[in-house]
T-cell receptor
Framework: DAGITQSPRHKVTETGTPVTLRCHQT?????MYWYRQDPGHGLRLIHY???????DKGEVSDGYSVSRSKTEDFLLTLESATSSQTSVYFC???????????FGPGTRLTVL | DAKTTQPTSMDCAEGRAANLPCNHS???????VYWYRQIHSQGPQYIIH???NNETNEMASLIITEDRKSSTLILPHATLRDTAVYYC??????????FGAGTRLTVKP
């Protein structure tokens, strides 16, 4: 399995609080992605990164920001969490945009 | 990227081949067909991808019709551990990986 971890694995927080999710890889892959998965919607791309300090928006980026200061780490931040951001968040990595993406184990976030 | 259509669910007997269809009638010449699966609560797992030719790896075979408007993922000897949601995705390299609802495959003893 690709060396990709996510932390925390589970988090419960309250509306209005900031939340940061971390994705860490040991594969030295250039591309990293954040998805969310909700019932009835499948996986949807939030943001992705194509290198250190290089990021771009995905399909559902509103309310989220990301940062990538090192190749191995990609952070997803909810500046002020809302109940609509309750979801399972998956990080993925790939060597190129054509290569397969390897997914992490996911983070289950509940915003009360 | 072209849209895909997959059956909502399918059953397969353990030890038999599982054939999962996918329609992508609007696919363009530079779009690849990818297959992923997601076993309950886990992250999606890459299975196989192809452009025009049929492909085979240790997990599965991918059969793409000559007109490229449909494809079939074949799991040659399904096991109970192959029970999962299978996603067919069509995309151009560099574009988003758009996951639809997929096909829920249940392998039965």
């Amino acid at each position: 399995d690709a060396g990709i971890t996510q932390s925390p694995r589970h988090k419960v927080t309250e509306t209005g609080t900031p939340v940061t999710l971390r994705c860490h890889q040991t594969e030295n892959h250039r591309y990293m992605y954040w998805y969310r998965q909700d019932p009835g919607h499948g996986l949807r791309l939030i943001h992705y990164s194509y290198g250190v300090k290089d990021t771009d928006k995905g399909e559902v980026s509103d309310g989220y920001s990301v940062s990538r200061s090192k190749t191995e780490d990609f952070l997803l931040t909810l500046e002020s969490a809302t109940s609509s951001q309750t979801s399972v968040y998956f990080c993925a990595i790939s060597g190129t945009t054509l290569d397969e993406q390897f997914f992490g184990p996911g983070t289950r976030l509940t915003v009360l | 990227d072209a849209k895909t259509t997959q059956p909502t669910s399918m059953d397969c007997a353990e030890g038999r081949a599982a054939n999962l269809p996918c329609n992508h009638s609007t696919i363009s010449g530079n779009e690849y067909v990818y297959w992923y699966r997601q076993i309950h609560s886990q992250g999606p797992q890459y299975i196989i991808h192809g452009l025009k030719n049929n492909e085979t790896n240790e997990m599965a075979s991918l059969i793409i019709t000559e007109d490229r408007k449909s494809s079939t993922l074949i799991l040659p000897h399904a096991t109970l551990r192959d029970t999962a949601v299978y996603y067919c995705i069509v995309r151009v390299a560099g574009n988003d990986m758009r996951f639809g609802a997929g096909t829920r495959l249940t392998v039965k003893p």
